[in-house]
């Protein structure tokens, strides 16, 4: 054994470093295999015995035979992520790891050399995410933890660095894991391969995976899903990526068709088949349960535990269909197998009890289906089933078999087809993954059997033993070059010593007359047997070494084979070998009607023909066998022995031309119990495959290595300082070796590492462990007497404190006394003065009440006196009044009367008279014209007395209520006197009573005074009581209220967070759905691209035409809004007509103009203005707008009779009617909405017509130099067209001047009432204002919901809708070609026009100046230009449509900040809003949005190109961000003007809607922000696991960490300041462009995250970075992060809280992890982590070595209980997703700046825009 081999030497080595009591060893156990035991007495050399103690304190003598027992290794080399970093290497110490690392780190994954060893942990692991893929892409082999992902990583690696082959070679028993291995190793190479040229590539070869399974593999006893194959899956590479891959299978298990042991089942295809026979299109098959057929039942376990095969077989048909097999082959292809079922199901009868003849019912249903499925006559079947044919040389026999033959030649069949229905498969998945183009390097997965050994071996085994010697051979080549080259290498000198070689094992099997040629031979025997054979084996090969025969007289052989002796039982292996089939019904087969079937048994001769042709060819008739259809004796077919050795000869071939990578699964137990590991069973498979061996290769040399580097960072505590003063490493290891190890055979110095043999690392573990003790001992030492000194120092502080507070508590206690003494007679006194006066104030009142009630009484007699009096006089004064009121009354009637006769009859004299004068009133009127200003006075004058009255009347109602306040006060004294009156009579009374209570006792008044007292005192006490009760009723209440209101706030809390949470989630779903748009926008540009290409060759365009199709989006979206050209031009041509006008030449502008409903644009051609003022040539220009009358002569005519100048600024709305019709299937919110924004849109035009009106008429006279506008304005369209005005219009009329003065005087009134109702006006504007705000608000809220969700479902027909504009662009085309040609006839009139224009201005001229405006006329223009120069705001920049190419090279394309250096950050965005601000001032919102269109995509190609340049990206992004928010800051939502000026609020878009280009500019910024976001990530990623986990601020912790871990000797790439500073440059050019502040915050804290979460998963996927003392590492390079944002003020930014998972995972590497206390408080720490995540952590902790105690497995059982407690046991994640992104908002800032101080460079070349 390995282990007692090693053992002697390890022990007596180390009887040379002093004494061994103490030290443990390993000692063999029959059930644990190895054992601990400690030594008790000191060993001498001679002694027999070694006094032991067992680990449960049990004594035991141990005698000593030939070798000494194995040592065990140091604590800190246990659990080494490699095997051969142990210092002791043997059997014990390899197990003893592995089962560490199984069980306590649950670490399935180890490395042995070059060897990976997996066991599998028969339970679902979270390590094979594709996050932990991309953690382990381009990292080292000894960076990360063991991973098969490691090991593939550095098989990719070498390929593509060194472009040679590679190969992956798994092997392992059944139910060891090595299907899965395979799987996840392809995941990787196609994941981190990619694909180059197919897309599906990657599915297909993973899609490979099912189908084998299905067909290859089966339910045995060890294993739910055991393949019964063996298989090279060669996968081929071009440039480093997947182009395709190549299947090889080898010694598929046919037996297992027909036949299963106990508790096993068939091939998962027939149970997938069964289990899913009620589909329709398998009822045809005449399927029906497992248990129903021969072939599946025999096993008597249909149901595999945890297997849906209804579910898997759908699975299957996927993966067919993703490898291109159509769905008719994949029918045909199940129908064979029902088939194969149904001919297990046949039942073959004897004839006689002799059994020397069988037959077959004709009736039998499972013959019928067979036939029917197979389309083969069932008579042909029945007879060659039953009956064999032979060939002599003249004749033919027909020879019928026994039940049993027959019955064999069934199975036959059945194993035979289902063979070549592998072949089949195997040859279409190979054609499916087959690259066209090749490839360049390829890696091979090969995953084969391991060494099987049972009970019952039979040929199978054999063949698969022999694959597995082959495979042995070529490890121990291999690992033993590898070793030889390490060491030359190194320039060690080493004597080779030989290893175990197999040779002669392998030459007995297929050497020249070896167990293959002899079985072979006799399978050519027309009478071989097993028995024959075997004789022959024993006359042959007993004199072997590696031969043996059995003792028991049975036919069987032994064979001694590397892993060692398999006894195999001879009985099947020439039946098995020949694998003959009737070819009579191999010939039946081949005459079937199934294309299929007939595909799959063609003749070596025949050549491949397809289904197709097959199909084609019709029916095939069944007809006789033909003679080819000979006996087997008569072929020369190879034995399936030969055909496996030809294949395995290959297989070594291929993989001697690669460069193998090893993987050994183990099975850790046959229970399949998850994390339970069988030390007997892990042993047989470690020597079986090949690990125990590297081992023995490695112990015979020197097995420990380390780089000088790390013998110094791990003993420095072991160097002297003298040693320390050379600067050589090389020399400082040598000098430190040779005084610590005195013998120079146990090392040996290399060029770059140090080499030991075994156990001297072990005995350099202990000389540093004795010397860090000491250490410790020493700081121990000082720091208790430290402590014991302050611990007295604070006690002796202690009792002199307590001793000054005791005496001080006395003298308080004493004073305190003294206080209260003299406060006792102070009471005393003040209650006997307060006594004394109490009695002598009762006395006192009881005088003054008797005095006032004696005073009142005679007061009240005097009273009632005068009133008697005063109402006598008051009765007498009333009756004379009225006796001398009616006497008056009388006469004044009488009066009345007569004077109403006297004025009756003069009446009517003077209305005589007034009739007479009416008829001389024209007369009246001429000799007094003024009288009208008289009227006006006399009204003037009666609204002042009209004033007067109300004066009068108002001063009236104030007397009248003075009156009536003074006479309300005197019924106020009067009610006083009367309730004084009243009160004198109680004090009567009272008195009376007093009398009488004087005369009684003095003592029964004291008593009922004492009565009523203590009555009072009785309330008082209940009232007190019953004040407490309700005090305590509300401190409850109030309690209960108080949580009432803590539980709503909370309550509110928690909806406030959901609503954030849904906020966030919103946002994040809003930003995928725009990362997918920006997905399908690329692959619209790609069909663009593709069809511009196509129609290069077939359309010539114009710069305009290339233009358009730059921007086909914005052409299409504004293609609903803008009026059709081909309309226009037609009404047009039209007006042109009807007018009669002529065309002219010169500069456009056109004035808006809207009369009595009548919407047009009045476009006006002006020449070149003269230096006086004069206007040489006027053409008007008449543009019919939308919704403008069809007729353009009706237009004109209106325009003619009522033309009125425009007011400035003001721009035609929408009315609430068309908003309304236009939204018909919007929503009811959206509908209300646009109802009240017309309604405002109606009040805003009233508004300003009545202050346009008002400014004109207090406006000034306008200067000289706006007299030929003016003349236009003042002017109607017949007069500047030369029609003369009548002379009747030119008098003066003289009425008019008489009734001037009287206009004045009624313009002045009117004015005052215009501005009262002005006010009025303007006040009821603001309320509707206030309304609508409210209104709009609540509005948008809606609005904007509603439109996140119509935009989801809109988002799901964006790949349809590119499709579609596909399509549509060659319409387009069509369209666009056909404005061209308009457009240049219209060209070629216009300039015969203007040539006609200027010959009439030339005879004008000649004629003279008076009639120089007949010669203008009216046309129509395209185009709307600038109305007016000199009523324009200086802000914008005035461009052209053929400009637009020039405006988007010049500030996008071409733009660099470095050639403007003065200029602002975001200018570009500001230049594009100026010439938005122009299209917008024009109408024109098709140009408007075709050059933001333009502007998106000049931003997209941009960024396409410089994908990688974080400022360029940072550049457009911030002045994307500045574009939108000046379109918000500028647009007509009252919302985003709150910190606008006035002059910014002048500047405000007033006819185009940026709400569409908002939402594409906002959709942009996120795609920006996610770049960006990209971007950096690339430079952050390759810098942060070394800055965060490998670098070393703090230095000496490195020394630390435990030794026996593969870890890169070269020194960190990136430092944590290299990483600060990368971060500053980000801030700093996030500041640079102008970016806002939140968006860098959130950019940050994104950047943080996957900082974090990197430096999480790899802390989670490295056991090396799991100590004490990283964690502090890692603790200040947090804090040195967080110093850092605490520097650049980014508390506030979130970016903290993202870095409190690796804050606990620091902290978490720290804490005492002991006892159960310290489980409660890990687990309260341990708040943001997952559970899964800090078990992981506490699983892969390394404890300093002698300073700290492993963490024990109950500990970590305790914690991971309380995890789930706590925060439940749904699934959680091991790995950080570092993909993810945080939703990112964009809030809106408005710019400070004022667009007419806006200055362009003039190296920006923008010369052709004209600044207006």
């Known amino acids: 054994m390995l282990g007692s081999e090693a053992g002697g030497q390890t022990l007596s080595l180390s009887l040379g470093h002093g004494s061994l009591q103490g030290a443990r060893v390993w000692i063999p156990d029959c059930v644990e295999v190895w054992r601990v035991a400690e030594i008790t007495r000191d060993y001498k050399e001679g002694d027999d015995i070694l006094h032991l103690r067992l680990e449960d304190g049990s004594a035991l003598a141990y005698p000593i035979e030939f070798q000494l027992p194995p040592l065990c290794n140091p604590d800190c080399l246990s659990g080494a992520d490699d095997l051969v970093a142990l210092s002791y290497l043997h059997e014990p110490a390899v197990l003893h790891s592995l089962r560490r690392r199984f069980l306590e780190a649950n670490a399935i994954y180890t490395y042995c050399g070059i060897i990976l060893v997996a066991i599998n942990p028969y339970k679902p692991l979270p390590i094979y995410e594709e996050e932990v893929i991309y953690a382990y892409s381009g990292r080292e082999m000894g960076d990360m933890d063991p991973h098969i992902f490691a090991l593939a990583e550095e098989a990719y690696k070498q390929m593509v660095r060194f472009g040679k082959n590679q190969s992956l070679i798994i092997s392992g028993e059944s139910g060891a894991g090595k299907t899965a291995s395979a799987k996840y190793a392809m995941r990787y190479f196609t994941t981190v391969g990619g694909c180059l040229g197919h897309s599906s590539m990657e599915e297909k070869v993973l899609a490979s995976s099912p189908i084998m399974e299905a067909f290859g593999n089966a339910k045995t006893i060890r294993n739910d899903n055991s393949s019964r194959f063996g298989k090279y899956i060669e996968i081929g590479f071009s440039q480093a990526h997947v182009t395709g891959a190549i299947i090889k299978t080898y010694l598929l298990e046919k037996s297992r068709v027909t036949f299963q042991v106990k508790a096993e089942r068939n091939y998962h295809i027939f149970y997938q088949l069964c289990a899913s026979a009620t589909l329709p299109e398998l009822q045809g098959l005449g399927l029906r349960g497992a248990e129903s057929f021969h072939y599946t039942c025999q096993g008597q376990c249909t149901m595999a535990q945890g297997t849906n095969d209804a579910a898997d077989l759908d699975s299957t048909r996927h993966a067919f269909s993703l490898l291109g097999v159509p769905e008719a082959n994949q029918l045909e292809l199940f129908s064979i197998l029902a088939a194969i079922l149904h001919l297990g199901n046949i039942v073959v009868r004897g004839r006689d009890r002799r059994g020397d003849g069988c037959f077959v019912e004709p009736a039998d249903e499972a013959l019928g289906l067979f036939c029917t499925l197979l389309g083969v006559e069932a008579s042909q079947v029945m007879r060659w089933l039953c009956h064999r044919k032979l060939v002599t040389a003249g004749e033919t026999y027909l020879k019928p078999l026994s039940r049993q033959q027959a019955l064999n030649s069934q199975d036959a069949l059945a194993k035979h087809m289902y063979g070549q229905v592998f072949r089949w498969i195997v040859s279409r998945v190979n054609r499916a993954l087959r690259s066209l183009e090749g490839h360049h390097t390829c890696i091979g997965i090969l995953d084969i059997y391991g060494f099987e050994m049972f009970e019952q071996n039979s040929f199978e085994q054999f063949c698969i033993n022999y694959a597995n010697e082959k495979l042995q051979q070529l490890f121990n080549l291999h690992v033993f070059k590898l070793e030889q080259e390490e060491y030359v290498t190194e320039e060690i000198p080493w004597v080779f010593v030989d ?32 028995r024959s054979w075997a004789q022959k084996l024993y006359q042959t090969h007993l004199s072997s070494s590696h031969f043996q025969k059995p003792k028991r007289p049975t036919d069987a052989f032994i064979v001694c084979h590397f892993a060692g002796k398999v006894e195999y039982q001879c009985d099947g292996f020439v039946e098995k070998n020949r694998d003959a089939v009737p070819e009579e019904l191999v010939g039946l087969l081949r005459a079937s009607k199934s294309a299929l079937l007939a595909e799959l048994f063609l003749e070596e001769g025949d050549g491949p023909v397809s289904l197709q042709s097959r199909r084609s060819s019709g029916p095939r008739m069944a007809g006789r066998p033909s003679r080819r259809s000979l006996p087997s004796s008569q072929k020369s077919k190879k034995s399936i022995s030969s055909q496996f050795k030809a294949s395995l000869n290959r297989l070594m071939e291929t993989l001697g031309s690669t460069t193998p990578h090893y993987i050994r699964c183990i099975k850790p137990n046959d229970g399949k119990q998850p994390f339970v590991f069988d030390s007997r069973r892990a042993v047989e498979q470690l020597r079986a495959c090949g690990v125990l061996e590297t081992i023995r290769i490695s112990a015979s040399g020197y097995p420990s290595r380390w780089t000088y580097q790390e013998f110094l960072e791990r003993y420095r505590a072991l160097v002297s300082r003298e040693e320390l003063m050379g600067t050589d490493e090389k020399q400082i290891c040598s000098l430190a070796l040779e005084r610590l190890l005195q013998d120079p055979s146990k090392y040996q110095c290399g060029k770059s590492k140090v080499f030991f043999r075994a156990g001297q690392v072990a005995y350099l573990e202990d000389l540093r462990y004795r010397r860090l003790r000491a250490a410790c001992t020493l700081l121990q030492r000082h720091l208790r007497g430290w402590l014991a000194r302050r611990r007295f120092g604070r006690a002796r502080a202690a009792a002199v404190c307590l001793q000054r507070h005791a005496r001080g508590m006395l003298a308080r206690r004493f004073a305190r006394m003294l206080r209260r003494t003299r406060a006792a007679v102070m009471l005393q006194k003040t209650l006997r003065m307060v006594l004394a006066r109490r009695s002598y104030l009762r006395v006192r009142q009881a005088v003054i009440t008797i005095q006032a009630f004696a005073r009142g009484m005679f007061a009240r007699h005097l009273y009632q006196q005068m009133v008697w009096h ?26 009345i009367y007569l004077q109403c006769c006297y004025r009756r009859v003069q009446a009517r004299r003077e209305l005589r008279r007034l009739r007479v004068e009416a008829r001389s009133v024209e007369h009246y009127k001429q000799l007094h014209k003024g009288m009208e200003i008289k009227v006006i006075q006399l009204q003037c004058r009666l609204d002042e007395q009209a004033q007067e009255k109300q004066r009068l009347v108002e001063q009236l109602s104030g007397l009248n209520a003075a009156h009536a306040e003074e006479v309300q006060c005197l019924r106020a004294e009067l009610q006083q006197l009367r309730e004084d009156a009243a009160r004198d009579a109680q004090v009567q009374q009272l008195q009376e009573r007093l009398a009488e209570l004087e005369r009684h006792s003095m003592k029964s008044c004291l008593g009922q005074e004492v009565e009523e007292l203590r009555q009072r005192l009785a309330e008082v006490e209940a009232m007190k009581l019953q004040l407490g009760e309700e005090r305590d009723a509300l401190v409850q209440r109030m309690s209960e209220q108080s949580q009432d209101l803590e539980e709503q706030h909370q309550r509110a809390v928690q909806e406030s967070q959901g609503l954030l949470q849904e906020l966030e989630e919103e946002r994040a779903r809003y930003q995928s759905l725009v990362q997918e748009y920006a997905r399908l926008e690329q692959g619209y540009e790609n069909l663009r691209d593709e069809v511009a290409f196509h129609r290069q060759s077939t359309l010539r365009r114009s710069p305009s035409s290339e233009s358009f199709l730059g921007s086909e989006s914005s052409y299409l979206s504004s293609m609903s809004t803008a009026p059709s050209r081909d309309g226009s031009d037609q009404q047009a041509e039209a007006s042109g007509d009807a007018i009669g006008g002529q065309w002219g030449g010169g500069d456009k502008w056109t004035v808006p103009c809207s009369d009595y409903g009548d919407s047009c644009a009045l476009g006006l051609l002006a020449g070149s203005w003269s230096h006086q003022g004069g206007l040489s040539a006027v053409v008007l220009v008449l543009v019919p707008s939308t919704g403008c009358c069809a007729n353009p002569c009706l237009c004109t005519q209106g325009l003619e009779e009522r033309w009125q100048p425009v007011p400035e600024g003001l721009q035609p709305q929408p009315s609430g009617e068309v908003l ?156 666009l070609e056909k404005q061209e040609r308009t457009t240049l006839k219209l060209q070629k009139q216009l300039r015969a026009y203007v040539k006609q224009i200027q010959e009439l201005t030339v005879k004008r001229e000649a004629t003279g100046p008076a009639q120089e405006l007949a010669a203008s006329a009216v046309v129509l223009s395209r185009s709307p230009m600038v109305p007016s120069l000199a009523g324009l705001s200086q802000a914008m920049l005035a461009w052209r449509m053929e400009d637009k190419g020039r405006i988007i090279k010049a500030i996008i394309t071409d733009y660099k900040p470095q050639s403007s250096p003065g200029a602002l950050p975001d200018l570009p965005a500001y230049v594009l809003f100026l010439c938005f601000r122009h299209a917008d001032h024009c109408c ?13 995509d000049a931003i997209k190609r941009v960024m396409k190109k410089h994908s990688d340049d974080f400022d360029m990206v940072v550049l457009w992004l911030a002045n994307t961000c500045r574009l939108l928010n000046c379109l918000r800051q500028y647009s007509q939502d009252e919302s985003y003007w709150q910190g606008n000026t006035a002059r910014q609020n002048e500047h405000r878009l007033q006819n185009v809607d940026p709400q569409s280009s908002c939402h594409s500019l906002g959709a942009l910024s996120v795609q920006l922000y996610q770049q960006l976001i990209r971007t950096a990530e690339k430079r952050l990623k390759p810098m942060i696991v070394a800055a965060m986990l490998e670098s070393e601020p703090i230095q000496g912790l490195s020394s630390s960490c435990p030794p026996g871990h593969r870890q890169s000797s070269a020194a960190p790439a990136h430092t944590l300041p290299e990483l600060l500073q990368q971060l500053g440059s980000f801030r700093a050019a996030l500041d640079r462009h102008g970016l806002a502040p939140s968006v860098g915050h959130q950019a940050l804290r994104q950047l943080l995250f996957l900082i974090s979460g990197t430096t999480l998963n790899y802390l989670l996927l490295r056991k090396d970075t799991c100590s004490w003392s990283r964690g502090i590492q890692l603790r200040y390079n947090i804090s040195q992060l967080e110093q850092w944002l605490r520097a650049e003020g980014l508390q506030q930014s979130g970016a903290r809280e993202v870095l409190e998972p690796l804050v606990q995972a620091a902290q978490l590497l720290q804490v005492k992890k002991v006892t159960e206390e310290d489980a409660g408080a890990l687990c309260s720490l341990c708040t943001v982590l997952s559970p899964q995540q800090v078990v992981k952590i506490l699983r892969a902790y390394t404890p300093a070595v002698g300073l700290e105690e492993r963490i024990s497995p109950s500990f970590i059982s305790s914690v991971e209980k309380q995890l789930q407690d706590q925060y439940g046991g749904g699934p959680s994640q091991l790995l950080v997703d570092t993909s993810h992104l945080f939703p990112v908002h964009l809030p809106f800032t408005s710019s400070p700046l004022h667009l007419d101080e806006l200055r362009i460079p003039d190296a920006l070349d923008l010369a052709f825009l004209v600044r207006l």
């Open 1220 to 1375: 309304l019709n236009g939204g018909m299937g919007q929503d009811p919110f959206e509908k209300a909405y646009l109802l009240l924004l017309g309604q405002l849109n109606a009040v805003n035009e009233e508004l300003a017509r009545t202050r346009e009106e008002l400014r004109r008429s207090k406006a000034p006279v306008e200067p000289e130099e706006r007299k030929p506008l003016d003349f236009l304005k003042r002017r109607n369209i017949a007069e500047m067209l030369g029609l003369g005005r009548s002379p009747e219009r030119a008098a003066v009329d003289d009425d008019l001047k008489h009734a001037y003065d009287a206009v004045q005087v009624a313009n002045r009134l009117l004015a005052s009432q215009l501005q009262e109702e002005k006010q009025q006006h303007e006040e009821e504007v603001e309320g509707l204002h206030l309304n609508i705000y409210s209104l709009k608000q609540l509005s948008q809220q809606q609005a904007a919901l509603i439109h996140d969700l119509q935009r989801d479902q809109g988002q799901e027909g964006l790949q349809h809708h590119v499709l579609r504009l596909k399509e549509e662009n060659w319409e387009l085309a069509q369209k």
């Open 499 to 530: 290893f175990c070689d197999n040779q002669p094992c392998i030459e007995l099997i297929e050497g020249r007359l070896g167990i293959l040629d002899l079985l072979n031979e006799e399978c050519k025997m027309p009478q071989g047997s097993d």
């Open 870 to 895: 005063q109402k006598a006089v008051v009765i007498q004064a009333a009756v004379r009044g009225w006796l001398a009121r009616t006497r008056y009354s009388r006469l004044r009637g009488a009066v």
């Open 1484 to 1496: 024109d919102e098709p140009r408007a949005r075709s050059l933001l269109d333009a502007a998106i």
